[in-house]
């Protein structure tokens, strides 16, 4: 029995010599060692053998097996190896090759200009209202009954409001100025907060003006604020944005949520306050309205006006970045035209 365990090595070693791949390897490993391989067939004869025997041929045949499973191991690393080089090769990058360009998304200018106006009221004070405070679908009462606006204002009308089938009175906002409302009713005085998004009216798209926009509504509700106050608030956060040689003027005007109102315009950048079709002649472009809150509407939210007083103002954000970086049409930040917003 050991003469044919030496036979059998001498065999499988030879074959081992001579294999040529990893699956010769595996085929040998098969052939001799796996459990109906021929080792194994040999050594269910041990059985019959003394006791004296069993112990020299089984440690013999335990010794060829290892020194067989060792020539196995060093051969498939050596073709291993040979396969994984190869391999490397053949897929070899060549780095001095110049790369596939792969376009990045940025932020959009209108969602610049925005975080950029926040970042200044909130360095001057200001917190961001949370977003349930200033939904999108409003009602008739928060858009207009709480703000002060009569029942036959026409603003309320179908042609300047989005009226919704969802209920009777509910909108599309036509203003961020319900979100002073939500706010009052929530939080007692002092009030200082912004409120940031999109707002609908049934508007004539134009150069100047689109049926959805956005807005950044701001409240300022305390003991003792004046109109000196909101002109203060106003002049610092235009010298932060615009930078302090941009001209701007208050006008005084109408709002019926507020009283005294006014309205901010800032020189027209793209005729330098001569006229043209951004300004419709004038040289201004109004890019806000603010005054005083109504003390019918500090009323309204049951807020004593005889211990406070409070401003507002609101401000288009598509104007503020017309003025900033001389776009002359509200339209081309709706357009998604590569051309001009990978200019931002």
């Not at 053949?90 to 969602?111: A, E, F």
Request: with cysteine; net charge negative.
């Amino acid at each position: 029995m050991k003469e044919q365990l030496e036979n059998i090595y001498n065999s499988a070693k030879a074959e081992i010599n001579e294999a040529k791949s990893i699956n010769d390897l595996d085929e040998i490993r098969l052939k001799y060692l796996s459990r109906k391989g021929e080792f194994n067939s040999i050594k269910k004869g041990l059985k019959d053998l003394s006791d004296e025997d069993k112990r020299t041929v089984g440690a013999f045949a335990n010794q060829i097996s290892e020194d067989l499973e060792n020539l196995l191991k060093e051969k498939h690393e050596i073709f291993y190896s040979k396969e994984l080089n190869e391999k490397l090769q053949k897929d070899r990058i060549d780095i001095t090759l110049s790369g596939k360009y792969t376009p990045m998304g940025k932020i959009h200018p209108l969602t610049q200009t925005t975080n950029e106006i926040v970042t200044i009221f909130q360095n001057l004070g200001f917190s961001v209202v949370a977003p349930e405070l200033s939904p999108e679908v409003e009602t008739e009462y928060y858009n207009f009954d709480m703000l002060n606006v009569p029942k036959d204002h026409p603003a309320r009308d179908v042609q300047d409001t989005f009226y919704s089938k969802i209920a009777e009175n509910v909108v599309l906002r036509s203003q961020t100025s319900g979100a002073q409302i939500h706010v009052m009713e929530n939080k007692k005085p002092p009030i200082k907060v912004i409120s940031p998004g999109r707002v609908y009216r049934n508007e004539n798209i134009n150069a100047r003006k689109n049926n959805f926009f956005h807005q950044i509504e701001g409240l300022y509700v305390d003991k003792d604020i004046t109109f000196g106050d909101l002109k203060g608030v106003l002049n610092e956060f235009i010298r932060q944005y615009f930078g302090a040689s941009r001209p701007t003027r208050f006008r005084s005007s109408f709002f019926p949520f507020t009283e005294p109102s006014a309205e901010v315009d800032v020189q027209c950048i793209m005729c330098q306050g001569k006229g043209c079709r951004t300004c419709s002649g004038t040289g201004w472009l109004e890019i806000l309205g603010c005054g005083m809150v109504d003390v019918n509407v500090l009323k309204g939210v049951g807020i004593d006006p005889d211990v406070y007083t409070g401003f507002a103002f609101g401000m288009g954000v598509e104007r503020l970045a017309m003025l900033k970086y001389a776009v002359d049409d509200i339209r081309l930040f709706f357009n998604n035209d590569k051309r001009f917003l990978e200019q931002f």
